[in-house]
T-cell receptor, first 111, second 114 residues
Framework: SQTIHQWPATLVQPVGSPLSLECTVE??????LYWYRQAAGRGLQLLFY??????ISSEVPQNLSASRPQDRQFILSSKKLLLSDSGFYLC??????????FGQGTRLTVV | EDQVTQSPEALRLQEGESSSLNCSYT??????LFWYRQDPGKGPEFLFT???AGEEKEKERLKATLTKKESFLHITAPKPEDSATYLC???????????????FGKGTKLSVIP
């Protein structure tokens, strides 16, 4: 069966510090991978998606970047965090045009 | 631009009191509509996929239906453990890599009181 791992679960970082969130998927190959952010009262916002290694598409201009160094690994990064980067970050995967399956999320608080 | 609107924003039900959640959508060609359940502090959990008007899916006390403009999530005789936020999302039938995207509504927070 397929599983998705996302870590850490919670993170408190000072403004201006770097960020690295990692997500890995097991039990499937060549998945589509996604990073979403969920802010209170605003729903899930798609940040990045990837249909293959090294292929990253960005949906929202921002202080964040994403990379896919391996088929089932997706990384969300920032060189310098802003207060507005606080939120609940979710990684997800799908196989083609099917439902997406989500990780358990990372609660990021920038202080 | 694809849009998904869910109503009501919050719903309180007595245990056993059946009701429905609404998801209205605007999309230029629907590839699929998805329902998720999300517990506080957790990632969304997949429930159903609906592809065409008239389709229905069931799982325990939940039943999802689809028309050309909206979807309903019917909850029959809910229990306290059904309390969660229910999210609706659509996938548009575009061409290219962008067609994999899901557009989410803001969700309906359901509370079932014992």
């Amino acid at each position: 069966s397929q599983t998705i791992h996302q870590w850490p679960a919670t993170l408190v970082q000072p403004v201006g510090s770097p960020l690295s969130l990692e997500c890995t998927v097991e039990g499937t190959s060549n998945p589509n991978l996604y990073w979403y952010r969920q802010a209170a009262g605003r729903g899930l916002q798609l940040l990045f998606y990837s249909v293959g290694i090294g292929q990253i598409s960005s949906e929202v201009p921002q202080n964040l970047s994403a990379s896919r160094p391996q088929d089932r690994q997706f990384i969300l990064s920032s060189k310098k965090l802003l207060l507005s980067d606080s939120g609940f970050y979710l990684c997800a995967w799908s196989q083609g045009f099917t439902e997406a399956f989500f990780g358990q999320g990372t609660r990021l608080t920038v202080v | 631009e694809d849009q998904v609107t869910q109503s009501p924003e919050a719903l309180r039900l007595q245990e056993g009191e059946s009701s429905s959640l609404n998801c209205s959508y605007t999309v230029s060609g629907l590839r699929g509509l998805f329902w998720y359940r999300q517990d506080p502090g957790k990632g969304p959990e997949f429930l159903f996929t609906l592809y065409s008007a008239g389709e229905e899916k069931e799982k325990e006390r939940l039943k999802a239906t689809l028309t050309k403009k909206e979807s309903f999530l019917h909850i029959t005789a809910p229990k306290p453990e059904d309390s969660a936020t229910y999210l609706c999302a659509v996938q548009a039938a575009y061409s290219g890599a962008g067609s994999y995207q899901l557009t989410f509504g803001k969700g309906t927070k359901l509370s079932v009181i014992p």
